[in-house]
């Protein structure tokens, strides 16, 4: 039960914890649709899995104790996320109602979304693997493990679905209307200022 509840509790504060997952889901709902923000936020839990899953089959110790290839995985996440964000800053939306080629992102381009941007978020693997490696005992059962991590990726999806179902609502895109124009920029600039700062953190620590 102890081993549970500290699970429980770092996993809540981990989700809410503002990053590129709630960028990404807070984005999508504003400036798209409330259902492409919820299948957004399946992706993240998909991503979630992948971490997880790694970790239980032991290739998370690899990855914490190869600088290397975490730095690998740094890199290429701040790269994915650095894209993402020049997309948006390229985006040249105008003020009004959405129009329906704006809204045209389909149910597997969101899902995808949302799936790389957990996957390749080094955030989410060094709160997954720390969490398995110092948190649940090394005689905990394979199948306790397992609904750990079905926990946490499901934490993740109830959490950026409330997310996208608030930021997702008419009143509340209503409200911002006059704003729609500068939203993916806020938010490009947002997902490129994630990216620099991954990369200035490898950088930092090769230089030491």
């Known amino acids: ?36 923000g919820l299948v957004t936020a399946l992706g993240i839990g998909a ?12 290739i998370g110790v690899l990855i914490r104790e190869t600088p290397t290839l975490f730095d690998v995985l740094k890199l290429a996440g701040a790269a994915y996320l650095a894209w993402l964000g ?30 790389l941007t957990n996957a390749l978020n080094p955030k989410t693997t060094i709160f997954i693997v720390s969490l398995f490696m110092q948190v649940i005992q090394a005689n905990t059962p394979l199948a306790t493990r397992i609904c750990y991590g079905l926990f946490i990726s499901f934490a993740h999806v109830v959490w950026f679905s409330t997310v996208s179902l608030f930021f997702g609502a008419p009143s509340v895109q209503q ?8 939203i993916d920029r ?6 490129i200022g994630f990216a620099i700062a991954l990369a200035a953190t490898d950088l930092a620590r090769t230089a030491v």
């Open 1 to 36: 039960m102890a081993e549970w509840l500290a699970v429980i509790t770092i996993t809540l504060f981990a989700v809410i914890s503002p990053g590129p997952d709630f960028a990404m889901v807070s984005r999508n709902s504003l400036t798209l649709s409330r259902r492409a």
């Open 47 to 58: 991503g979630v899995l992948v971490h997880v899953s790694y970790t239980l089959l032991g």
């Open 86 to 115: 020049w997309q948006m800053l390229l985006s040249h939306k105008t003020e009004g109602a959405v129009s329906a080629s704006e809204t045209a992102l389909s149910d597997i381009a969101a899902f995808r979304i949302g799936f």
């Open 175 to 182: 409200r911002i209307l006059r704003l729609r124009p500068w």
């Open 186 to 191: 806020i938010f490009g600039v947002l997902l």
